[in-house]
Nanobody, 124 residues
């Protein structure tokens, strides 16, 4: 079973950058897709970006395209979310997720392995 641990969240100002990390342990990720979701109180968990580990295919939601980049480091078994030009509306708890599939799926119900989350707060 894969375990996920997120890090890198914090309080920043609008326009700043942050890099979130998700360290995976437990098994090789070659047959997994990894994704980042975010959630604010009272709202459903929202897909942000995903990457298929073996092929490196990525996809992201429209609101972060051109600002956020997902990547993975096979040697470190870690997936990253580089977030640039942060906006107050990016404020949320960010979660790393994994699913045993080679397709980048975007529904939160598609993923069955989750980290505990890391808070990102962007002040205006």
């Amino acid at each position: 079973q894969v375990q996920l641990v997120e890090s890198g969240g914090g309080l920043v100002q609008a326009g700043d950058s942050l890099r979130l990390s998700c360290a995976a342990s437990g098994r090789t990720l070659s047959t997994y897709t990894m994704a980042w979701f975010r959630q604010t109180p009272g709202k459903a968990r929202e897909f942000v970006a995903g990457v298929s580990w073996s092929a490196g295919r990525t996809t992201s939601t429209d609101s972060v395209q051109g600002r956020f980049t997902i990547s993975r480091d096979s040697a470190k078994n870690t997936v990253y979310l580089q977030m640039n030009s942060l906006k107050p509306e990016d404020t949320a708890a960010y979660y790393c997720a994994a699913k045993s599939t080679t397709r980048v799926v975007t529904g939160f119900y598609d993923y069955d392995i989750w980290g505990h989350g890391t808070q990102v707060t962007v002040s205006s």
